[in-house]
């Protein structure tokens, strides 16, 4: 949490705000035990500076075990980007590392996040098609899950958002 809150502090003002974004993602997961079902809920906040710098973050929680890290992001290229972070978890040892890589080329992408810490190591490899704006289909393996299907959906953009977006770009632009 202090690298992300360093970097953001280091690259706040040099940054040209048209290029700057932010993303959230958030996951359900569910695993289905003989004992029961645990349930997870995970998030994934990003926020790009500019074209080659950003800070992520990531959190897991279920109803016994939690962690959160966050850290520098670095685009290598606009089909390139790897971040490392630092945080905790709830675990004998709280330290906890995580890093990925993420690359795409076409309508390809493959994403590896690994973990390492107090409760051990942790990865989860994925493969992506894109098949619509808002579809995206591939396989995905992950530590105590094994290898699956992985389905994503994305929420389109109102046409009313599509409109403001476009007032902040020109408005961007006029400021220039």
């Not at 493969?127 to 929420?155: S, W």
Request: hydrophobic content about 40%; charged content about 25%; aromatic content about 10%.
């Amino acid at each position: 949490m202090v690298v992300a809150l360093a970097v953001a502090f280091l690259f706040g003002s040099v940054v040209n705000a048209s290029d700057a974004s932010t993303h959230f993602w958030v996951e359900s997961e569910s695993r289905f035990i003989p004992d029961g079902t645990i349930s997870k809920i995970k998030g994934l906040p990003t926020h790009d500076f500019n074209r080659r710098v950003g800070v992520y973050g990531y959190f897991e929680v279920d109803s016994s075990y939690a962690q959160a890290y966050a850290g520098p992001t670095l685009s290598l290229s606009p089909h390139l980007q790897v971040g490392v972070a630092i945080g905790i978890e709830q675990a004998k040892e709280s330290l906890r590392f995580g890093s990925f890589v993420w690359a795409e080329t076409g309508r390809f992408s493959i994403l590896v996040i690994q973990e390492k810490g107090g409760s051990g190591y942790w990865h989860r490899p994925e493969l992506t098609f894109h098949a619509k704006e808002y579809l995206r289909v591939g396989a995905m393996t992950q530590t105590e899950l094994g290898v699956g299907p992985r389905v994503e959906i994305r929420i389109p953009k109102t046409e009313e958002a599509k409109r403001k977006e476009k007032e902040i770009e020109v408005a961007t632009e006029q400021c220039k």
